[in-house]
Structures are given as structure tokens and as C-alpha cells.
């Protein structure tokens, strides 16, 4: 009697089972709920956005941007801090090598470098975001603009030993470097605000970057005349882009952590060389022809500047970080992706 009981017992959890199951089909059957609600999977809510990433955050989001020049030498590599970047411009500088102009505001990083010398058109970035701008060194456009007042900065010029500090494993000048803590500690001896109300970049919602089109770009490939090229690959599980130089992955130096964005946005910008030491003039205000790279797929729209920022003009990115190439004039035909 018992061995009977055992049985029936079975076969009545058996029968429940099988009817929740199909009760729980005919729901999604039915779309009165998605899969991710079925595995009960909560979405988080937020009670603030941050302004250069569009994402959400219980934190505050009122601290001042920072801006960094940051050296890209092949002697200089790998850097520092700039997988914590919101934006990252990437632009030429003398002869065929770029350097970076970090802009950090949702994260901060514990160390920033190499840092290396200012150029106008980088203050001019700079400004877009009302950042405090660091470099090491300038050049004679770029320090008439820094002697005038008109933007907070601190230069390893006035600070070396003092707040920037010298690697002993690289040397001069690929060797500056500086700490957020040191660049605290710069904002308060000049002064300068260490809040601020930044306006908010354009972002697409989560179902309009769904439904983004355009031709595949998985592997972008851009190359430089002097034999530089600048990769970024796609993971579809992770809807990032890695960066590499040369085919050798970007990472950070300290902790190896690969340098991904979810926006590539390549802009095409009129330069011309202004004097013996290949110094550049850069057009930033015109506008021009651009690729917009996100989610696996490419689109050739235009450029604009709005209020001192680079953007898409009728577009926007996807929330996240955003790597920014101003690249000269016709170059973007030299842009490869599949």
C-alpha cells in the first residue's frame, strides 16, 4: 500500500510540473511577457545618468570632467588610465603620430600617462567639456592660450616632481605621469571648481541602437601614411570595440585590462602643417564627412561641432565610451571593415 502511495504521489508532481510549464509557454506564447521577465530578471533603476556615457548610476554626477594629454610613441606604450576614459580623441600630432586626449568624468583613474605636451586644437577639445586640462609641455599656439587665463590647466612644466611624476622604467619624455590624487590636489592650489553641470551628449535608446543599420563592421582597420594602423575589433557578446596599434592589443599598463569603447566615430577634418617642426593646424569647426562604427555595423554620415564637442550630426552614439579619430581630410577612404 505504501509502494502504491509512493506512486501516486509521483505521478501527481509529474502532472503539476507539466501543466506549470505549459502555463509558463502560453505566457510567452502569448508575448505577456519576455524571456529575460520569465527568468525573473530585474532591470536595475537609476536616479541619474552620467552626461558623457549615458549611463545610469546611483551616484553623483556633478564632479568636474578632466581632461589628459595623453603620449602615444611606440616608446610610450602601453599607457596608462585610459581604459577609464569616457572619450578618447585621437589626433595627429607632428610627423605621422597621434596622441590622446583623455577625458575622464563617469570614472576617474588611479594613474594617468604617459602625459605629453599640449597643441592648440587639443585645448580646443578640451573645452568642450569645460575640463581641466593636464599636459606636459606645449607648443607656442597652445601656451599663448594657456598663459591667458582662459582655461584651468595643470602643466608638468610648472609641477615636475611636484605633482607630475618621473617613471624610472621609461625615459624622457615618455616618462610623465600623474595620479588623480595629484590632480586633486592641483585643482585646489589653482582654484579650480571641482563640480560642474555638464550637458548631456545625444544617445540612442536602448531599442533605437537595436535597430541601427549600415554595413558591417566588425574589424575596422585604419591606416595611417606613415605605416601606422588602428585597429578595432567587435565582440557581439560584450557590444564592444577593442583597439589595437600595429595588431598588438591597447591595454592598460598596470592592470592589463584591454581598452574597449562602444563608439567608434572617425571624422574627417582639413589639416595643414604651419612650421618646421611639422606642427598642425586642424579645422574643428567646419564639419565633414564621417563614419560612425556601433553594435557590428558602419555608417558614413557628417561631423559637426556643437558647443566645442565632436558629434555625429543626425545621429547619436550608444551609451557607453566613445574613441573619436579626426583624421585628415580623405583618409576615410582609407578605412577598411568587414
Not at 595623453?70 to 572619450?87: E, M, T, Y
Not at 578618447?88 to 577625458?103: K, N, S, W
Not at 594602423?229 to 591595454?251: D, H, L, M
Not at 569647426?285 to 563614419?291: H, L, V
Request: net charge negative; charged share 25%.
Amino acid at each position: 500500500m505504501k509502494k502504491w502511495y509512493v506512486i501516486l504521489i509521483s505521478i501527481m508532481m509529474v502532472l503539476t510540473l507539466s501543466a506549470c510549464k505549459d502555463a509558463r509557454d502560453k505566457v510567452l506564447e502569448d508575448g505577456k511577457v519576455d524571456k529575460a521577465e520569465a527568468t525573473d530578471s530585474k532591470k536595475e533603476e537609476f536616479s541619474s545618468v552620467y552626461p558623457l556615457t549615458g549611463l545610469g548610476t546611483n551616484e553623483e554626477v556633478d564632479h568636474r570632467a578632466v581632461s589628459v594629454m595623453v603620449n602615444n610613441h611606440p616608446k610610450a606604450r602601453p599607457q596608462s588610465g585610459l581604459h577609464k576614459a569616457d572619450i578618447v580623441y585621437e589626433v595627429l600630432a607632428e610627423g605621422e603620430l597621434t596622441r590622446f586626449l583623455a577625458i575622464f568624468q563617469s570614472e576617474m583613474p588611479e594613474v594617468v600617462g604617459p602625459v605629453r605636451s599640449a597643441r592648440d586644437y587639443y585645448i580646443e577639445l578640451s573645452r568642450g567639456y569645460d575640463a581641466l586640462f593636464v599636459a606636459h609641455g606645449f607648443s607656442p599656439e597652445a601656451k599663448e592660450i594657456l598663459d591667458s587665463g582662459t582655461i584651468d590647466h595643470l602643466n608638468g612644466m610648472d609641477y615636475d616632481g611636484i605633482l607630475f611624476n618621473r617613471a624610472d622604467f621609461r625615459k624622457a619624455p615618455h616618462n610623465s605621469y600623474i595620479t588623480y590624487e595629484n590632480i586633486q590636489k592641483g585643482m585646489e592650489k589653482i582654484g579650480a571648481e571641482q563640480s560642474d553641470d555638464l550637458d548631456m551628449l545625444s544617445f540612442l535608446t536602448s531599442e533605437s541602437a537595436k535597430n541601427i543599420e549600415g554595413a558591417p563592421a566588425k574589424e575596422v582597420k585604419i591606416s595611417y601614411p606613415g605605416g601606422e594602423t588602428v585597429g578595432f575589433t567587435y565582440s557581439t557578446k560584450k557590444k564592444t570595440y577593442a583597439r589595437s596599434s600595429n595588431n598588438e592589443p591597447t591595454i592598460d599598463r598596470e592592470t592589463e585590462t584591454p581598452i574597449t569603447v562602444n563608439n567608434v566615430f572617425i571624422v574627417e577634418a582639413a589639416h595643414r602643417v604651419i612650421d618646421d617642426a611639422g606642427r598642425r593646424e586642424i579645422n574643428l569647426t567646419s564639419g565633414g564627412d564621417a563614419i560612425l562604427i556601433q553594435n557590428g555595423v558602419a555608417q558614413n554620415i557628417s561631423w559637426k561641432n556643437e558647443n566645442g564637442r565632436i558629434v555625429p550630426d543626425g545621429g547619436a552614439f550608444v551609451p557607453g565610451k566613445t574613441w573619436i579619430n579626426i583624421v585628415p581630410s580623405g583618409m576615410t577612404d582609407s578605412v577598411k571593415m568587414q
